[in-house]
């Protein structure tokens, strides 16, 4: 076999033969017309030579001693990196050819020698067109194939978006709703405490005074358990005072959560927005059933305000410590953590005079290196269908990279714990719609409820 010397556009031609002097003729009229020419004088020459760099068409001579034309072919197909090269077979006129055999062996086509050399050349430029057409074909296929792929992804992101957009709305009416009735049932316990405490003492000073009971009284006074009614009051009351300012707090948080619910660049307390996150997840960092109460600690650091998506960005927060608290449940479901208590630590901190950081860590269940890889593609998810949508870490990752310029990363060492990093510039620069219109904060969707509904 010889390297073909001429490069040409028109195809590369592997001429396989045992004559000399036919594989002499062919690639001398082949060159001529622009096809680049390997040449093999075996069929064992014409394998090694196709496997190390496959041709456009392959020129089979039938008749060879050792491997013979059928025996190539069928080799060639066997492979598939080799299975679509189109092959012509060459056959001498006395030769028995057997032409049903050579196509069910994957022959494209054949010629008889002694041929016409124009006849060889019009099957050889039908076979390399085809083969053409059906790489253009293929290579269409594939761009097709990855377009649908971005096109899936773009439009779970696009749902989930609006999602969010629309529960953070819903959540800011509720929240705003709620407050003010919770407001002033807050406002009014005070003055109850006061009135009730006023109405004891009266009670009392008649006591004093008129110490002669008429019977109606004395019965009323019996009926109603007056010493009971009189110490349990404070503490309804006390109780009454707790849960009203639960509520209070948890509808600050939510207001603080949705504050905004739209996709607006906003000016946000980093620390207030993790705080009043870890309000909403009470119930799940102090479960009560068999999982146990995590520990949060917060490290914060000196950070001024971030410059953000707000809803956007809390709702980064909020998936990162959603999974950390899943991973711990995880790996207390799998009988870890039996020495140490179920943790979680929230690390703020400027890591340069216009960027911040936070750090998530957990030490939860742990990711493997080959889940690793996977983590922030859309639907990855190794929760029970029903529980987790895969979809946290992907919009997570959408929002911090591409509408924050920033970076999201993730280390992970299985069964002891994983840290979720977000990195992002703090001001202006950060939050952008895209590349080069990033300053214009988008159409606000719905201008009523945004800045009066602050919340406190
Ligand atoms: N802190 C973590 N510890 C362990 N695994 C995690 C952690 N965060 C995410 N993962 C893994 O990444 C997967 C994808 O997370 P996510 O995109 O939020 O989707 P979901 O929570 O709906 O499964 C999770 O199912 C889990 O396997
Ligand atoms: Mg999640």
């Known amino acids: 076999m010889t390297q073909a010397n001429s490069n040409s556009d028109q195809g590369d031609i592997l001429v396989v033969d045992d004559q000399p002097e036919n594989i002499r003729f062919l690639s001398v009229m ?9 040449k093999s004088l075996s069929g064992q020459m014409a394998l090694t030579a196709v496997r ?10 039938v008749n060879m001693p050792d491997l013979d034309g059928y025996q190539v072919c069928q ?11 189109p092959i012509i077979f060459l056959t001498a006129q006395g030769d028995t050819m057997d032409k049903v055999k050579a196509f ?4 494209s086509d054949y010629v008889t020698k002694p041929f016409q050399f124009e006849e060889v050349l019009v099957r050889i430029r039908h076979q390399i067109t085809i083969r053409q057409l059906q790489k253009q074909l293929k290579q269409q296929n594939t761009t097709l194939a990855s377009t649908l792929e971005e096109l899936k992804k773009a439009q779970a992101a696009l749902v989930q978006r609006e999602k969010m957009i629309g529960l953070g709305q819903l959540v800011a009416g509720v929240s705003h709703e709620i407050n003010n009735p919770v407001s002033f049932i807050s406002g009014n316990i005070g003055h109850v405490r006061q009135y009730a405490e006023d109405l004891i003492k009266l009670v009392q000073l008649y006591h004093q005074r008129y110490p002669e009971e008429t019977p109606e009284i004395k019965q009323a006074i019996q009926e109603m358990d007056l010493e009971f009614v009189t110490s349990d009051l404070q503490d309804l009351l006390e109780s009454m005072e707790t849960g009203v300012n639960r509520i209070r707090s948890v509808v600050l948080a939510l207001r603080i959560f949705s504050r905004l619910g739209e996709s607006e660049i906003k000016e946000i307390d980093l620390h207030e927005a993790l705080n009043s996150i870890l309000v909403l997840l009470h119930h799940r960092l102090n479960p009560g059933g068999h999982y146990r109460i995590i520990t949060v600690h917060r490290d914060y650091g000196e950070i001024p305000l971030l410059t953000c998506y707000a809803s956007y960005f809390n709702q ?6 959603s999974n950390a608290i899943d991973a711990l449940e995880v790996a207390q479901d799998q009988g870890l953590l039996v020495s140490e208590p179920p ?17 998530i860590r957990d030490n939860g269940i742990g990711i493997s290196e080959a ?13 029970p269908p029903g529980q987790g949508l895969g979809l946290g870490l992907f919009n997570s990752y959408q929002v911090i990279v591409e509408r924050h310029n920033g970076s999201l990363t993730c280390r992970s060492t299985p069964r002891v714990g994983s840290e979720f990093i977000v990195e992002v510039p703090l001001g202006r620069s950060g939050a952008t719609v ?10 606000n969707p719905d201008p009523k409820s945004s800045d009066q509904d602050q919340a406190q």
């Open 30 to 38: 082949l060159a001529d017309q622009g096809y680049a020419v390997r």
């Open 75 to 85: 080799a060639l197909q066997a492979d598939p990196t080799t299975r679509d090269i």
């Open 371 to 383: 889940l690793q890889q996977r983590l922030f593609d859309p639907f990855f998810t190794t929760k």
């Open 316 to 321: 980064v927060l909020l998936n990162l410590l």
């Open 52 to 61: 190390s760099l496959p041709p456009d068409l392959i020129l089979l001579d």
């Open 343 to 359: 943790q979680i630590w929230i690390t703020t901190s400027r890591t340069a005079s216009d960027r911040v950081q936070i750090s």
């Open 434 to 443: 895209g590349q080069g219109q990033g300053l214009n904060p988008p159409v």
């Open 104 to 107: 069910q062996m994957g022959a």
